[in-house]
Structure formats: structure tokens, C-alpha cells
């Protein structure tokens, strides 16, 4: 059964980067054919997908978080980096990676997630 665990840093200044990672068990992100992605849940706003990887080493990112996102993968370990530069406070939100077989940036065609971690941008 495939698992998705999200990790993190929980608080992070403004204008600094946010370094998130997403750790896969019980499948492997480089030999199933699925996509891998991020998305996030701010206040007040509708859920919003970041990007994501695909099994065959593909990225896909929203445009419009495109320019200060990059998204990489580590077969070592089995997991999915987010990564997200010049954070101001908008970026405040829930954070969350998961799996689907097909390409989609609607995070609710999503099948698999993790639970999620909280980022918080501080002033």
C-alpha cells in the first residue's frame, strides 16, 4: 500500500527558501508510471497545485508559481523535494504531496495524499 509522508521546516522568514521533501513507500517513483506532486491549501483560498514529477523524470509546474519553484527527486531515497523561493506571507498554508496516474493540476483527481505538514511565513 503506497504511503506519502510530508517533511519540513514548519516556520520560515520572509525572502528565504522553503525546502520541503515527500518520502514514498510502498511504490517506487521512478519505475510506476504516476505522477508525483505538491500542492498547498492556504487561508480563505481554493486548493492550489504546484507542480509536479513524473516517473519518467519529466516536471510540470503551475505557471504562476513557476518562476521561484523547483520540484526534484532522489531515487536513493525514494522521495520528491519541493523547493520555493522568495516566501512572503501568502504563502502561508498546508502543504501536501500525492499520487495520480495521469496527468492532472486539479488537485482533487488526486487518489493518494499524505497528510500534509503547515508552513508558516513569518515577517
Known amino acids: 500500500q503506497v504511503q506519502l509522508q510530508e517533511s519540513g521546516p514548519g516556520l520560515v522568514k520572509s525572502s528565504q527558501t522553503l525546502s520541503l521533501t515527500c518520502t514514498v513507500s510502498?511504490?517506487?517513483?521512478?519505475?510506476?508510471?504516476?505522477?508525483w506532486s505538491w500542492s498547498r491549501q492556504r487561508p480563505g483560498k481554493a486548493p492550489e497545485w504546484i507542480g509536479a514529477s513524473h516517473y519518467a523524470g519529466n516536471y510540470y509546474y503551475n505557471p504562476s508559481l513557476q518562476s521561484r519553484t523547483s520540484i526534484s527527486r532522489d531515487s536513493a531515497t525514494n522521495s520528491v523535494s519541493l523547493k520555493m523561493d522568495s516566501l512572503r506571507p501568502e504563502d502561508t498554508g498546508r502543504y501536501l504531496c500525492?499520487?495520480?496516474?495521469?496527468?492532472?493540476?486539479?488537485?482533487?483527481?488526486?487518489?493518494?495524499w499524505g497528510q500534509g505538514t503547515q508552513v508558516t511565513v513569518s515577517s
Open positions: 500525492a499520487r495520480i496516474r495521469y496527468y492532472s493540476e486539479d488537485p482533487a483527481a488526486y487518489d493518494t
Open positions: 510502498g511504490d517506487s517513483i521512478t519505475t510506476t508510471n504516476s505522477y
